[in-house]
């Protein structure tokens, strides 16, 4: 065997080897809206922001960023690498069926519905069409409660409600984060 069909052998085994486990360190399939999945580690990550109430939706969300994205600045996008995960609870009903708030004026949460998922990596949103809806690098992945089964939301409305914060690298609460980190 030749130097140049050893070494280009050793790279195909270490590419093989990367694609196992994805360069963010986990199981994955892909880099595409849909194909990443929630760490199963994640709820050690550091918390984005406190709880956040949606009462218009009746929800609580429970945001999470990798140590990654923790890096990063204000005023700076988040390094490639970066994965938010946002736990979405059903709020829990109140006895008339209106959403129950705890002392504090909070939603009390109620089950887990599901996760989303955004991920960032070099050129992983390049591929999304219309390109009215890219949103940079970031790729989204929705999923039911037992973290594994692909939930069957329009992804395409992710990017679009996350599309005219573009100035804030497509981050809802970029400014908000960096004010209370």
């Given at each position: 065997?030749?130097?140049?069909r050893?070494?280009?052998?050793?790279?195909?085994?270490?590419?093989?080897?990367?694609?196992?486990?994805?360069?963010?360190?986990?199981?994955?399939?892909?880099?595409?809206?849909?194909?990443?999945?929630?760490?199963?580690?994640?709820?050690?990550?550091?918390?984005?922001?406190?709880?956040?109430?949606?009462?218009?939706?009746?929800?609580?969300?429970?945001?999470?960023?990798?140590?990654?994205?923790?890096?990063?600045?204000?005023?700076?996008?988040?390094?490639?690498?970066?994965?938010f995960?946002?736990?979405?609870?059903q709020?829990?009903?109140?006895?008339?069926?209106?959403?129950?708030?705890?002392?504090?004026?909070?939603?009390?949460?109620?089950?887990?519905?599901?996760?989303?998922?955004?991920?960032?990596?070099?050129?992983?949103?390049?591929g999304?069409?219309?390109?009215?809806?890219?949103?940079?690098?970031?790729?989204?992945?929705?999923?039911?409660?037992?973290?594994?089964?692909?939930?069957?939301?329009?992804?395409?409305?992710?990017?679009?409600?996350?599309?005219?914060?573009?100035?804030?690298?497509f981050?809802?609460?970029?400014?908000?984060?960096?004010l209370?980190?």
């Amino acid at each position: 065997m030749t130097r140049g069909r050893i070494a280009s052998g050793i790279v195909l085994v270490l590419a093989l080897a990367g694609c196992a486990t994805g360069p963010l360190g986990f199981l994955w399939t892909g880099t595409r809206d849909g194909e990443v999945a929630p760490p199963p580690d994640y709820r050690s990550w550091p918390r984005f922001l406190s709880t956040i109430d949606r009462h218009d939706a009746a929800q609580v969300r429970e945001i999470y960023v990798n140590p990654i994205g923790a890096t990063a600045r204000a005023g700076q996008p988040f390094p490639e690498g970066t994965i938010f995960v946002m736990e979405i609870y059903q709020a829990r009903p109140h006895s008339d069926g209106a959403p129950a708030f705890d002392p504090s004026g909070r939603l009390v949460k109620g089950p887990l519905t599901k996760l989303f998922v955004m991920a960032k990596g070099d050129g992983w949103g390049a591929g999304v069409e219309p390109a009215s809806l890219r949103n940079g690098d970031w790729v989204y992945s929705a999923f039911l409660p037992d973290h594994r089964t692909p939930a069957d939301d329009d992804l395409d409305a992710c990017r679009g409600c996350h599309r005219p914060l573009a100035k804030k690298d497509f981050v809802h609460r970029y400014d908000e984060y960096f004010l209370r980190r």
